[in-house]
């Protein structure tokens, strides 16, 4: 499956990581938390 990173995210649809950050706070993504206590966000194809 792939997945992708904020950052990848955030270029792809041309807003800010901070934007997307603003949807997440609004419930409309839900991305999976991995790395040291769950500081990245790796979206999937589902948030895409």
Sequence with gaps: MA????TELAKEFDITP???RFY???GLLSPK???P???????SARER
Excluded: H, L
């Excluded at 997945?3 to 904020?6: E, G, K, P, R």
């Design 3 to 6: 997945t992708y990173t904020i």
């Design 18 to 20: 901070r934007a997307i």
């Design 24 to 26: 997440e706070d609004q």
């Design 33 to 35: 938390r991995e790395g």
């Design 37 to 43: 206590s769950g500081r990245n966000r790796v979206y």
